[in-house]
């Protein structure tokens, strides 16, 4: 048996493809905030100070790419 397929929906939840979505943009959400944690921490231990500039305009597009993809999946 697969937990993860047979699992049933969240609390209120249908289990429908717009509740999988709407997961989908939370845990994304949850990763997104990890890695500016992360980014933060290297930030504050001086790593790699060069990197962390280039670091940041990926984060940031990527940030911009969730924004706008969450976005759309809101209006189905």
């Known amino acids: 048996m697969n937990e993860a397929r047979d699992a ?3 609390e209120g ?5 717009l509740e999988i979505i709407d997961l989908l943009c939370q845990v994304t959400n949850t990763q997104a905030a990890i890695i500016k944690k992360q980014a933060y921490v ?3 231990a ?3 100070s060069t ?3 280039e670091l940041q305009k ?3 597009a990527a ?3 969730l924004d ?3 976005y759309k999946l809101r209006g189905l």
Do not use: L, M, N, T
């Open 8 to 10: 049933p929906p969240f």
């Open 42 to 44: 290297i930030g504050q």
């Open 13 to 17: 939840g249908s289990g429908g493809v």
């Open 46 to 48: 001086g790593i790699a």
């Open 68 to 70: 706008i993809i969450e």
């Open 58 to 60: 990926e984060r940031d």
């Open 51 to 53: 990197i962390d500039d």
């Open 63 to 65: 940030d911009a790419q």
